[in-house]
């Protein structure tokens, strides 16, 4: 059972916004840690998409966008392509766990 | 281009000992810290450890503290994870990735990951 709750998967036709969650409480995102994004595509190594809650890696379209309020935070993905079927995840810090910890991934599946 | 090459997983029977290496090129090396990573199916990704850029600090998850020990050679590039006292919880993919800075702390994130070393542990 992951730290951060994310949606195991969740689906959108080529050109439609998605949007992905990642839960945490008041350990984590709730105390202000900042939130970062991986996503993974198949077979490959996961990849930095999202830093700092809304920032954006040198590479990374600006289709894509984070936000973090309360204790949740999002990843919105605009103009889907096919391209952008891979699994994501969410990751912040923990002050209870002293550790960094992870959303369980959710699997992205452009129809 | 950054790269990061795991190496020294494989097969070890409960109760054995492994010793994961990380070769880095692309970026320097003893500016940043660095950390390993676990990705099982069951338990998805799972932070393990993380040293600082200096080797003077290094942090493990309650899963492996006390088992595991993480070392670097800032010379050779290269980041260590030495596994003992293995058990089954602790197969998977371990990814070695480069953080945002020279310190482990509670904002940093992993900017680039290695394709990881599989180990399992099985009798």
């Known amino acids: 059972q992951s730290v951060l709750t994310q949606p195991p998967s969740v689906s959108g036709a080529p050109g439609q916004r998605v949007t992905i969650s990642c839960s945490g409480n008041?350990?984590?995102?709730?105390?202000?840690?900042?939130v970062h994004w991986y996503q993974r595509l198949p077979g490959a190594a996961p990849k930095l998409l999202i830093y700092?809650?809304?920032h954006r890696p040198s590479g990374v379209p600006d289709r894509v966008s984070g936000s973090r309020s309360g204790i949740s935070a999002s990843l919105a993905i605009t103009g889907l392509q096919a391209e952008d079927e891979a699994e994501y995840f969410c990751?912040?810090?923990?002050?209870?766990?002293?550790?960094?910890?992870f959303g369980g991934g959710t699997q992205l599946t452009v129809l | 281009e950054v790269q990061l090459l795991e190496s020294g997983g494989g097969l070890i029977q409960p109760g054995g000992s492994l010793r994961l290496s990380c070769a880095a090129s692309?970026?320097?090396?003893?500016?940043?810290?660095m950390a390993w990573i676990r990705q099982t199916p069951g338990k998805g990704l799972e932070w393990v450890s993380a040293?600082?850029?200096?080797?003077?600090?290094?942090y493990y998850a309650d899963s492996v503290k006390g088992r595991f020990t993480i070392s670097r050679d800032n010379f050779r590039r290269t980041v260590h994870l030495q596994m003992n006292s293995l058990g089954a919880a602790d197969s998977g993919v371990f990814h070695c990735?480069?953080?945002?800075?020279?310190?482990?702390?509670?904002?940093?994130?992993?900017?680039?990951w290695g394709q990881g070393s599989l180990v399992t542990v099985s009798s």
């Open positions: 990751q912040s810090y923990d002050s209870s766990l002293s550790a960094s910890v």
């Open positions: 990735a480069k953080t945002s800075g020279g310190y482990v702390t509670s904002f940093y994130y992993f900017e680039f």
């Open positions: 008041s350990s984590n995102i709730g105390s202000g840690y900042d």
């Open positions: 040293i600082s850029a200096a080797g003077d600090s290094t």
């Open positions: 692309g970026f320097n090396f003893r500016d940043f810290a």
């Open positions: 700092l809650n809304t």
